[in-house]
Antibody, heavy 119, light 106 residues
Framework: EVQLVESGGGLVQPGGSLRLSCAAS????????MSWVRQAPGKGLEWVAN????????YYVDSVKGRFTISRDNAKNSVYLQMNSLRAEDTAVYYC????????????WGQGTLVTVSS | SYELTQPPSVSVSPGQTASITCSGD??????ACWYQQKPGQSPVLIIY???KRPSGIPERFSGSNSGNTATLTISGTQAMDEADYYC?????????FGTGTKVTVL
């Protein structure tokens, strides 16, 4: 059974940093692209970032470029999201998801972790 | 940037058919998919590659994609289908979600 478990969310002040983690199990992690998707309270889904199997190809939504960094550790079956220079508008539930690059869809999602940016 | 537009809400009576549209420039040239999200839960993939259903998704969910519009159809809608639905496509190295549609089963 595929499982994705996020952690690392919490309350952070504007301008601060936070690192999210996602532990994967139930599939060959190193064979799949991975992603982060977020959802602000009461709002729709917004894709944040994708990372290729080897970690060398990454894509980001424009609003986080230069502030967020996606990375992975295939030995630990984990993907991460380093978030710097956080803003109030980054407040959201952050989901880890498995990305099917060939046909462009997310087939499995984690339960999400809440990030709140507030003073 | 690429945009996908959905109606904010759709209402349907139990047992009837609900159709949700997703509009985007030349969307028919891309792979469209759909997610269902119930309150307090994570999204669930219900349609991929325009019209394919993952294992475990009921047959009453179907999809199509042509021209500028992808459509999700729920046949014989049940109370459990009340949820938010999002379309999604990939454009210029960016995953784009639709604006979302709240389906209410009256």
């Amino acid at each position: 059974e595929v499982q994705l478990v996020e952690s690392g969310g919490g309350l952070v002040q504007p301008g601060g940093s936070l690192r999210l983690s996602c532990a994967a199990s139930g599939f060959t992690f190193s064979s799949y692209w991975m992603s982060w998707v977020r959802q602000a309270p009461g709002k729709g889904l917004e894709w944040v970032a994708n990372i290729k199997q080897d970690g060398y190809e990454k894509y980001y939504v424009d609003s986080v470029k230069g502030r967020f960094t996606i990375s992975r550790d295939n030995a630990k079956n984990s993907v991460y999201l380093q978030m710097n220079s956080l803003r109030a508008e980054d407040t959201a539930v952050y989901y880890c998801a498995r990305w099917l690059q060939l046909f462009h869809y997310f087939d499995y999602w984690g339960q999400g972790t809440l990030v709140t940016v507030s003073s | 940037s690429y945009e996908l537009t959905q109606p904010p809400s759709v209402s349907v009576s139990p047992g009837q058919t609900a159709s949700i549209t997703c509009s985007g420039d030349k969307l028919g040239d891309k792979n469209a998919c759909w997610y269902q999200q119930k309150p307090g839960q994570s999204p669930v993939l219900i349609i991929y590659q325009d019209n394919k259903r993952p294992s475990g998704i009921p047959e009453r969910f179907s999809g199509s994609n042509s021209g500028n519009t992808a459509t999700l159809t729920i046949s014989g809608t049940q109370a459990m289908d009340e949820a938010d639905y999002y379309c999604q496509a990939w454009d210029s190295r960016t995953a784009v979600f639709g604006t979302g549609t709240k389906v209410t089963v009256l």
